[in-house]
């Protein structure tokens, strides 16, 4: 879940390139930074403690650089300090490391016994130091990463730096992101498109186990034989404009207005009235959703609809569990795999599992060419563009738009109507977004405990919503059905305790609005979030949303969740970006 980037070139200073990408990668980590970079032929690291700023304020710009690294940390294996950040260096190599060596340990007991001494309690230097070990043997810097990738075991990505050969720039990766971005006189590596967008479009995917030797003029990728490769360059679709904050005091509140956009662009890729674009899915009779975090509550959300619509029984299951539970398959079965960077490592070890079993998969991903969807039988791709903040907005939007298409496809419905609808719901997202909430906001942002309630399919939206709360806020929230709190829950309501309780579903009302009184009259602090013009005593705020057909209405509901808990995290003063312990792409296990 760190973020990496490298630059090698003719053109430009690479401290400042790697800088930039580093600050573009920042919602990947934010524990520590730092930066390795060639000078007279000697390699100079810095590295700080804390966020890339802490890194920049030790660093001379006016030193001229044609190759560096960069690395921004979220701490897996020593905690968030100055030893255990990256880069680290042993005898002639260099490395930053996205990802987990799982046989770290032994590996660098091995290593001890050879005389090798440690600074850090990473596993990122112990894979330093077994590249050199390997070297001082074979003198082949090729050779030494080949060997190396077949003893590591776990994930991940490489930029190395050695010191015998410092007109190449060296990529080696498995399972954790790396792309390879191509230039002019010169070439970059990074974790994400973000860092070197300001730079180039054109890209190329290094697959598992594969090493690129980079130097400005050309890329050469080898496989596990050491055999040259070819490789297709593609090019992004977005801008460099997309990955920047436009004037919004944060990109969680960009991210949020740009969802009229992102849902009418995920629609038209794949509907305008027919289908289009679209697997076959129609020959399957069972379902398995597997995800994680809110990719995993919009496969609630998909889950609610394809049983109700499509009549297809649907298994929803976090990804970090299925792997290890007997699940029941037939030649019927699709599961779908849900990851916005299509890089989850639970979610892509999930993949591989069920493909060892000959089990069709479905990929729903927004990275075109990420492991995920390479692997997948099917692809629909989320068109979110970009997204910086940690906490996912517009990205959970466009996944829970594909399973209302994928539903509109498996009951066959593309009626007139629900396209008058689909074509009206942008507008609908710009009024809901333009709603001033800072008025139920400044009530609650002060409790330390709040509750959604909800039934059917508001509790799958609640879900979402409480997560969105709790993790850029740091208030302890809770989802539950709201028929579910009598048996419980309710012990812990007391006076001017904030409960938000949804309610789309007019069949629904009654036994909803019960419950919502049974919290009330125990001093509840009731946010009531409702398509029905019902009035009554039972709440202290009421949102009003647009009721749309039961397909699309999710879409339109979690948006006041959203930027509740945007408003609550800012007069809370958090870092709403980037929330502490927290970083983008899960890519570790």
Same mark, same amino acid.
């Given at each position: 879940?760190?973020?990496?980037?490298?630059?090698?070139?003719?053109?430009?200073?690479?401290?400042?390139?790697?800088?930039?990408?580093?600050?573009?990668?920042?919602?990947?980590?934010?524990?520590?930074?730092?930066?390795?970079?060639?000078?007279?032929?000697?390699?100079?690291?810095?590295?700080?403690?804390?966020?890339?700023?802490?890194?920049?304020?030790?660093?001379?710009?006016?030193?001229?650089?044609?190759?560096?690294?960069?690395?921004?940390?979220?701490?897996?294996?020593?905690?968030?300090?100055?030893?255990?950040?990256?880069?680290?260096?042993?005898?002639?190599?260099?490395?930053?490391?996205?990802?987990?060596?799982?046989?770290?340990?032994?590996?660098?007991?091995?290593?001890?016994?050879?005389?090798?001494?440690?600074?850090?309690?990473?596993?990122?230097?112990?894979?330093?130091?077994?590249?050199?070990?390997?070297?001082?043997?074979?003198?082949?810097?090729?050779?030494?990463?080949?060997?190396?990738?077949?003893?590591?075991?776990?994930?991940?990505?490489?930029?190395?730096?050695?010191?015998?050969?410092?007109?190449?720039?060296?990529?080696?990766?498995?399972?954790?992101?790396?792309?390879?971005?191509?230039?002019?006189?010169?070439?970059?590596?990074?974790?994400?498109?973000?860092?070197?967008?300001?730079?180039?479009?054109?890209?190329?995917?290094?697959?598992?186990?594969?090493?690129?030797?980079?130097?400005?003029?050309?890329?050469?990728?080898?496989?596990?034989?050491?055999?040259?490769?070819?490789?297709?360059?593609?090019?992004?679709?977005?801008?460099?404009?997309?990955?920047?904050?436009?004037?919004?005091?944060?990109?969680?509140?960009?991210?949020?207005?740009?969802?009229?956009?992102?849902?009418?662009?995920?629609?038209?890729?794949?509907?305008?009235?027919?289908?289009?674009?679209?697997?076959?899915?129609?020959?399957?009779?069972?379902?398995?959703?597997?995800?994680?975090?809110?990719?995993?509550?919009?496969?609630?959300?998909? #889950?609610?609809?394809? /049983?109700?619509?499509? %009549? !297809? *029984?649907?298994?929803? @299951?976090?990804?970090?569990?299925?792997? $290890? =539970?007997?699940?029941?398959?037939?030649?019927?079965?699709?599961?779908?795999?849900?990851?916005?960077?299509?890089?989850?490592?639970?979610?892509?070890?999930?993949?591989?599992?069920?493909?060892?079993?000959?089990?069709?998969?479905?990929?729903?991903?927004?990275?075109?060419?990420?492991?995920?969807?390479?692997?997948?039988?099917?692809?629909?791709?989320?068109?979110?563009?970009?997204?910086?903040?940690?906490?996912?907005?517009?990205?959970?939007?466009?996944?829970?738009?594909?399973?209302?298409?994928?539903?509109?496809?498996?009951?066959?419905?593309?009626? #007139?109507?629900?396209? /008058?609808?689909?074509? %009206? !719901? *942008?507008?609908?997202? @710009?009024?809901?977004?333009?709603?001033? $909430? =800072?008025?139920?906001?400044?009530?609650?942002?002060?409790?330390?405990?709040?509750?959604?309630?909800?039934?059917?399919?508001?509790?799958?939206?609640?879900?979402?919503?409480?997560?969105?709360?709790?993790?850029?806020?740091?208030?302890?929230?809770?989802?539950?059905?709201?028929?579910?709190?009598?048996?419980?829950?309710?012990?812990?309501?007391?006076?001017?305790?904030?409960?938000?309780?949804?309610?789309?579903?007019?069949?629904?009302?009654?036994?909803?609005?019960?419950?919502?009184?049974?919290?009330?009259?125990?001093?509840?602090?009731?946010?009531?979030?409702?398509?029905?013009?019902?009035?009554?005593?039972?709440?202290?705020?009421?949102?009003?949303?647009?009721?749309?057909?039961?397909?699309?209405?999710?879409?339109?509901?979690?948006?006041?969740?959203?930027?509740?808990?945007?408003?609550?995290?800012?007069?809370?003063?958090?870092?709403?970006?980037?929330?502490?312990?927290?970083?983008?792409?899960?890519?570790?296990?």
């Amino acid at each position: 879940m760190c973020g990496i980037t490298g630059y090698i070139g003719k053109n430009k200073n690479a401290i400042n390139v790697v800088i930039n990408g580093l600050e573009s990668l920042e919602y990947r980590g934010y524990d520590s930074a730092g930066i390795a970079y060639v000078l007279n032929n000697k390699v100079n690291i810095i590295k700080e403690q804390g966020k890339i700023v802490n890194l920049k304020n030790k660093i001379d710009f006016n030193i001229q650089s044609n190759l560096a690294i960069g690395h921004t940390r979220w701490a897996t294996h020593g905690e968030p300090n100055q030893i255990n950040s990256h880069p680290h260096s042993q005898g002639k190599f260099t490395i930053v490391h996205n990802g987990i060596i799982e046989n770290y340990l032994e590996l660098k007991q091995e290593l001890i016994e050879n005389g090798y001494k440690f600074k850090s309690s990473t596993d990122t230097e112990v894979a330093c130091t077994y590249m050199d070990f390997i070297y001082s043997k074979n003198n082949n810097i090729l050779k030494t990463l080949n060997e190396v990738s077949k003893v590591f075991r776990g994930s991940y990505a490489f930029g190395i730096i050695c010191e015998d050969d410092l007109d190449n720039l060296y990529a080696l990766r498995k399972t954790s992101p790396l792309i390879i971005a191509n230039g002019n006189n010169e070439n970059y590596i990074a974790s994400d498109v973000p860092a070197i967008l300001r730079y180039t479009n054109k890209y190329i995917l290094l697959d598992d186990m594969e090493i690129a030797k980079i130097n400005s003029d050309k890329v050469v990728v080898y496989n596990q034989n050491l055999e040259i490769v070819k490789k297709e360059i593609l090019e992004f679709e977005g801008s460099f404009e997309s990955s920047m904050k436009c004037g919004y005091e944060h990109f969680m509140l960009k991210e949020i207005h740009e969802e009229p956009s992102v849902f009418k662009n995920t629609i038209n890729a794949y509907f305008d009235g027919d289908f289009k674009n679209i697997p076959d899915l129609t020959k399957y009779n069972n379902i398995h959703i597997v995800a994680c975090g809110s990719a995993y509550h919009a496969g609630l959300v998909g #889950k609610y609809l394809i /049983e109700k619509y499509a %009549n !297809i *029984p649907v298994y929803v @299951e976090v990804a970090s569990e299925y792997r $290890y =539970k007997h699940n029941f398959y037939d030649k019927d079965t699709l599961v779908i795999l849900v990851s916005q960077s299509g890089e989850t490592a639970d979610t892509l070890a999930s993949l591989r599992m069920v493909k060892e079993k000959n089990i069709d998969t479905l990929s729903i991903v927004n990275v075109v060419g990420s492991s995920i969807a390479r692997e997948s039988k099917y692809v629909i791709y989320t068109k979110a563009g970009c997204e910086i903040a940690v906490a996912t907005t517009k990205a959970y939007l466009a996944q829970i738009s594909v399973f209302a298409l994928i539903t509109m496809y498996l009951s066959n419905n593309k009626s #007139k109507e629900i396209l /008058e609808e689909i074509n %009206n !719901i *942008p507008n609908l997202l @710009e009024e809901i977004i333009n709603i001033d $909430y =800072k008025n139920i906001s400044s009530e609650i942002y002060q409790n330390q405990n709040i509750f959604f309630i909800g039934r059917g399919i508001d509790y799958s939206i609640c879900m979402e919503g409480s997560l969105k709360l709790k993790e850029i806020s740091y208030i302890n929230s809770v989802a539950y059905q709201a028929g579910e709190l009598k048996h419980g829950t309710i012990s812990l309501i007391e006076k001017n305790t904030p409960v938000v309780a949804l309610c789309t579903d007019d069949s629904l009302l009654e036994k909803t609005i019960s419950n919502i009184k049974e919290v009330k009259a125990r001093g509840a602090k009731v946010i009531f979030i409702t398509t029905s013009d019902i009035e009554g005593d039972f709440y202290d705020f009421k949102v009003n949303v647009p009721k749309v057909n039961e397909l699309l209405q999710p879409i339109i509901t979690i948006v006041p969740l959203q930027l509740i808990a945007y408003d609550v995290a800012k007069l809370n003063g958090c870092d709403i970006d980037k929330p502490r312990n927290l970083a983008k792409s899960v890519t570790v296990e």
